[in-house]
Each structure stands twice: as structure tokens, then as C-alpha cells.
């Protein structure tokens, strides 16, 4: 397992405006280095919207396709989420998409009653672990954070740990930033992985604000922040060797 640079894309969005969307994200990441993985905000090509029924695409739709587009033109692996159909059923599905097409999904397990996803997604039933570069994601969205018991890490019967990574994508409000931020790095040191967090900044159709704090944090916490309320790339690079170091020291992942 070699390190892995990785792209933290905290953006504005365009309300449920999929064409300006598109080309909003071309032109922040027109001159991006190269990278490992290009993480955007839930929901990216429409922000956190609730009219499903107009907006949803199945797994092949147009949505997914420029997903694919753009792991092969950065030849990286992709990370966000985006309103599906699927057997008759909406979700709020994220992709994890490799550079030669491979797609893995998971559905969202905690829909955000507060704002009635509930009533308009299904929820997802399963833990979904995506495997990159020698590396293991456990995939989030958004509202999953609050759960800590879903994401609970643990050394498997192999020996191996089950995961090193969680990914958040989110749009989360500015009203509840501090929670966003103690979240993320409670779920760093829980479980001794590294967390990213990407969220939005801006307003949304139902103006609610969003500050951003997408944040890189290591496994003993530390926070590598972006700029609070304004569209950013954050690159940081993900340590093998402090992974492995701070699991062989602080055996705590073993007690458990």
C-alpha cells in the first residue's frame, strides 16, 4: 500500500441544475494535478433536493456516464453522490468510480428526517467497502456521520483491518458546522482510519447555508481544513506508513 494524493472538491451548486453543474466541475477541476481520488459534495449535479421524481437518473444515466468521463480523463478514482432510480425506488446512491469504468455504489442508511428524505428515498440496508490502490473505503454520505455504530471498524478474522478510509460527501448546513467538524474527527480516532469530508458552500433552493469545512483528517485526528465558505480544492496526501504506525502503537482496534 503506497500513500495516495487525493482531491477534496468543496464547490457551490447550482440548484437542481444539472447542465451548469457539469460545467461548474469542469472548470474547477480544469488544471488539477494529478491525483489518486476527486471527492465532490452529495447530491453534485443537483444539490440536496427532494424532487426526485424529476430529477433521478438510473445507475447508466447521464449523471454516471460523466462520472466515468472524468475517473478516465483525471485517471483517478471518483467519489460523490446523486439521486437514482432503481426497481421503482428512489436513493440517494453514491458512485465510487475507478479510471477503466469499474463502478461501486452504496445507498445512504440514514435518511435526514428533519428534512424529509425519509419520505422520499429509501434507505440503504448494507455497509459497502470499496477497494482502491491497496487501500479500503469504507463509502458515507451526508447524514451517516451522526451513526457512529454503522462504521465501526475492527480487525477482521484474517488479521487484516477492515477498512482504512471513510468518505464523506456531503451537504451539510452552516448551522450545525461544529458538529460536522467534531464528527468527522471522532470518527477518525475511533476507528484509527483517515476520514475526508467534502461538503458544499453556498446557498440552495431552500436557502439554507453552507460553509464547507471539507476537512482531511488522520487517524490521531489531526485536521487538514479548507478555507470556511469558499470553493476549494483541498489535496492532501494519505499517509500508508502513519496508518500502519498509529494501529501497531495504539493497539486499540485489537481491545475492542
Same mark, same amino acid.
Given at each position: 500500500?503506497?500513500?495516495?494524493k487525493v482531491?477534496?472538491?468543496?464547490a457551490d451548486q447550482?440548484w437542481?441544475d444539472?447542465?451548469k453543474?457539469?460545467?461548474?466541475? %469542469?472548470e474547477l477541476l /480544469?488544471?488539477?494535478?494529478q491525483v489518486?481520488? !476527486? =471527492?465532490l459534495?452529495e447530491?453534485?449535479? &443537483?444539490?440536496?433536493s427532494?424532487n426526485a421524481?424529476?430529477l ?5 444515466g447521464a449523471?454516471?456516464q ?11 478514482a471518483v467519489y460523490?453522490?446523486?439521486?437514482t %432510480?432503481d426497481?421503482? /425506488?428512489y436513493f440517494?446512491?453514491?458512485?465510487? !468510480? =475507478?479510471p477503466?469504468?469499474?463502478?461501486? &455504489? ?8 428533519l428534512?424529509?428524505?425519509?419520505l422520499?428515498?429509501?434507505?440503504g440496508?448494507k455497509?459497502t467497502?470499496?477497494?482502491?490502490k491497496?487501500?479500503k473505503?469504507n463509502?458515507q454520505i ?5 451513526f457512529?455504530e454503522?462504521?465501526r471498524?475492527?480487525?477482521?478474522s484474517n488479521g487484516l483491518?477492515k477498512y ?8 451539510w ?6 458538529h460536522?467538524?467534531?464528527l ?6 475511533e ?8 461538503n458544499r458552500?453556498?446557498?440552495d ?6 460553509s464547507g ?8 485526528g ?7 465558505a469558499?470553493e476549494e480544492?483541498l489535496i492532501?496526501?494519505l499517509?500508508?506508513?502513519?496508518l500502519s ?6 493497539p486499540f482496534?485489537?481491545d475492542?
Amino acid at each position: 500500500m503506497h500513500d495516495l494524493k487525493v482531491a477534496l472538491v468543496q464547490a457551490d451548486q447550482a440548484w437542481e441544475d444539472k447542465t451548469k453543474n457539469y460545467a461548474h466541475y %469542469s472548470e474547477l477541476l /480544469a488544471g488539477l494535478e494529478q491525483v489518486d481520488l !476527486i =471527492l465532490l459534495p452529495e447530491m453534485f449535479n &443537483t444539490g440536496f433536493s427532494m424532487n426526485a421524481a424529476a430529477l433521478s437518473e438510473a445507475n447508466a444515466g447521464a449523471g454516471v456516464q460523466w462520472l466515468k468521463e472524468l475517473a478516465s480523463e483525471k485517471r483517478c478514482a471518483v467519489y460523490t453522490s446523486m439521486i437514482t %432510480s432503481d426497481g421503482g /425506488a428512489y436513493f440517494n446512491r453514491a458512485y465510487f !468510480i =475507478l479510471p477503466d469504468g469499474e463502478i461501486v &455504489t452504496y445507498d445512504k442508511r440514514k435518511c435526514f428526517g428533519l428534512a424529509g428524505e425519509d419520505l422520499t428515498y429509501s434507505s440503504g440496508d448494507k455497509e459497502t467497502i470499496a477497494e482502491y490502490k491497496g487501500w479500503k473505503f469504507n463509502l458515507q454520505i451526508c447524514y451517516d456521520l451522526r451513526f457512529p455504530e454503522i462504521v465501526r471498524n475492527k480487525i477482521l478474522s484474517n488479521g487484516l483491518v477492515k477498512y482504512d478510509v471513510i468518505l464523506y460527501v456531503a451537504n451539510w448546513p452552516k448551522r450545525r458546522s461544529l458538529h460536522w467538524k467534531t464528527l468527522l474527527q471522532a470518527r477518525a480516532i475511533e476507528n484509527q482510519c483517515y476520514v475526508l469530508g467534502t461538503n458544499r458552500v453556498g446557498l440552495d433552493g431552500s436557502n439554507l447555508e453552507y460553509s464547507g469545512d471539507s476537512m482531511v483528517v488522520s487517524p490521531l485526528g489531526e485536521v487538514t481544513e479548507a478555507r470556511e465558505a469558499k470553493e476549494e480544492i483541498l489535496i492532501q496526501k494519505l499517509s500508508a506508513a502513519l496508518l500502519s504506525e498509529v494501529r501497531e502503537k495504539l493497539p486499540f482496534l485489537k481491545d475492542a
